[in-house]
């Protein structure tokens, strides 16, 4: 039996680096823009908001636009436990390199929601790109060595101004830089978000392949991670000519990386 080859390790830097977690980001912004202009005022990816609209309906006894927030939250579950499957031990044999097959997964089926005309419903657009928002939430989950989130933006918020009171009291140098990353995740969500309602203004239904294009980019991340010749920096520093960052940095206890199965 062949034995599986497994993620480089220029791969497993690439899916945790800064680079990445701002692109994947930015996916998130401009799904949750798309879904909630062009498919009923829902969010793919930030269920809070789908609760907390789904609260608000029930609370005005209106039954029927309560229940179009319900298969949202179910797809993205389903998305979670999808992403959790393919991280298994004995899938990893099969799915030899799991988090680029994650973002081709992505590219296709965001190219084909964009062929879905008007005519289809809202509930089935928006259950779908929920799924997806699962898949990417679960299996992007470390910025270099800290948990963070590409689909939604509370928890990141949280985490930047944490580093930046301890960079300000403290003056904690790796503080700072922890606030600059997350800083920089969450412009990126924003101008994802803006990004998707500027792109639905300008193509209706098609602007979803702008995600598809930003996807294409951030699998191509790997490809030139992984060509790149690069000096590796003992354990816990950072050193690189690519950008992936943090390249043998370890994402903390009960943190798995990106690319390995949770433990």
């Known amino acids: 039996m062949t034995t599986p080859r497994p993620e480089p390790h220029t791969a497993v830097a690439t899916a945790k680096s800064v680079r990445l977690g701002v692109l994947l980001a930015a996916v998130g912004g401009f799904l949750d823009a798309y879904t909630y202009i062009t498919r009923g005022g829902v969010f793919a990816g930030a269920q809070t908001g789908n609760v907390v609209l789904l609260g608000v309906d029930v609370a005005g006894g ?3 636009e309560a229940l179009a927030f319900l298969p949202p939250l179910a797809a993205f579950v389903l998305g979670v436990a999808t992403a959790e499957f393919i991280a298994l031990p004995a899938v990893a044999k099969i799915v030899r390199r799991p988090v680029r ?18 005519t289809v419903p809202d509930a089935v657009v928006s259950v779908i790109l929920a799924h997806v928002a699962g898949v990417q939430v679960t299996t992007f989950r470390v910025l270099v060595d800290s948990p963070f989130n590409t689909t939604m933006t509370t928890g990141n918020l949280r985490s930047m101004a944490m580093a930046a009171f301890h960079r300000v009291v403290e003056h904690d140098l790796e503080a700072g830089t922890r606030a600059r990353r997350f800083g920089a995740v969450i412009s990126g969500f924003f101008g994802g978000a803006l990004l998707g309602a500027v792109a639905v203004e300008l193509f209706g239904l098609r602007a979803i392949w702008v995600v598809a294009l930003m996807l294409t980019i ?20 950072s050193s690189n000519r690519s950008g992936a960052i943090d390249s043998n940095t370890s994402p903390g206890p009960g943190l798995p990386s990106a690319d390995e199965p949770p433990k």
């Open 62 to 64: 209106r039954w029927v």
């Open 101 to 118: 097959a994650v973002l081709v997964f992505e590219i296709l089926v965001v190219l084909v929601v964009g062929f879905l005309p008007a």
């Open 218 to 237: 951030a699998l191509a991340l790997f490809v030139f991670d992984e060509r790149t010749p690069r000096s590796l920096a003992p354990k816990g520093q």
